[in-house]
């Protein structure tokens, strides 16, 4: 087919694809791949082929993808579970003194986000939220809005994160350099997000009754109780030495030679799956035995977290079918000649397509799925080296960050528990998430500079 035809199909399939979310309300695995199935047909795709093609799509993304976040999430559930948060929050308003307690929670939101996913890990906050805002006699939005914000830019750029992992698997970068660029960025986006957060909120925000109501009746007593287990020394181990040892598989990559045994053996330690299989090991001896957890007690805590993941999981893979279908039918091929026909920097196609579906749909996950998708042959092609796709994938991660509203079911999480109206809540929750993603954009875009 030519290039025209193949286009207007990836552009037929897009807006089906927003129809059936948004319109219909279809969930996002059934959407899309009954839009892949779609696509391979009207694209010309044998039928012998189509089958096999949206199996192939499914099987090699999931391959990367199910195992990361679904350890991911078990090692969350286990510091959630045991109050870790808590112990977290308590010792960075230690360490940071009570006159910048908003600063406190942002970097204790900052740590705890890389394993929890966003909206379990700001419901976790709730609660230590309130506590110190009842405490401080200010309402709930001060100090909840950067936190919220920074878990939010987490969740889009780092993995163990569905989205964030399913575009590296659909484009083939590398884990370990977007875990380090993507970390490196949010620190500076943690103070921003303070500082912006404070901007927006000089403004006076009316709290809804019904949140006020809950807030007044919150006993910040609870809170201070779960302070005291685990330690926070337990909950950053658990959360840094999988880091740590991402840090040296990346390193043994990038200094020393292929077939280097050294090499082969740092990249075996620092390999994602390995490194969150050490967290879980050490989150057993480390909280589950410290905390006096049966194994019954332990396995019903793990496995409480997979339900939830499995969903994700499923979206993920479906976002990989779309891409392997557009790369089949050459509607990929096609949409990457265009761009460098119209000379539009990829880095920037990356994170304006990745805005316009979040702000489409909703979903950073199913944004960032469908643009690395769209764009997957055109990186392929570009003879990029693995630190610049990884930039390439960063940038796309933080399109996904921006415009969150109405249609956005984290939007409703923190303009509910922090008691804002719809309307306060697009003049800043909405207004925060675009500049933390213009930002996280612009710091992509100056590391690919330095590359480039």
Known sequence: MSTPILLGIAGGSIAL?????????????????????????VAGMPLADIVPTLISGMGGTLGSVAILVALGAMLGKVIETSGGAGSLASRFTQILGPTRVPAALTAAALVLSIPVFFDVGFIILVPIIYGFCKAARVDPVKFGLPVAGIMLAVHVVVPPHPGIVGGAAVLNADVGWITLIGL??????????????????????DMLPTTREQFEAFDAGDVKGKLAAPGVGVV??????PLLLIMIGTTGATLLPKGDPVRNAMGFIGSPVFALMVAIGLSFWLIARGQGWSKERTNEVMESALPPAATVILVTGAGGVFAKVLTATGIGAALSSSITAMHLPLILAGFVISLALRAAQGSATVAILTTCGLLGSAIAGGGYSAVQVALLTVAIGFGGLG???VNDSGF??????????????????TVLTT?????????????????T
Request: proline share 0%; hydrophobic share 65%.
């Open 17 to 41: 694809l927003l129809v059936l979310i948004i319109r219909l309300q279809v969930h996002a695995f059934v959407a899309m791949m009954l839009v892949s199935f779609l696509v391979a047909l």
């Open 184 to 205: 490196a960025i949010c620190v500076v986006l943690a103070v921003v997000s303070q500082y912006v957060a404070g901007w927006l909120n000089r403004r006076h925000y």
């Open 236 to 241: 950053l181990t658990l959360i840094l030495v």
């Open 403 to 405: 415009l969150s509203h």
């Open 412 to 429: 409703w999480i923190v303009t509910r528990y922090l008691g804002l109206s719809v309307g306060d809540g697009l003049r800043s929750w």
């Open 435 to 451: 500049i933390l993603g213009v930002c996280g954009f612009l710091l992509t875009s100056l590391l690919w500079v330095l590359v």
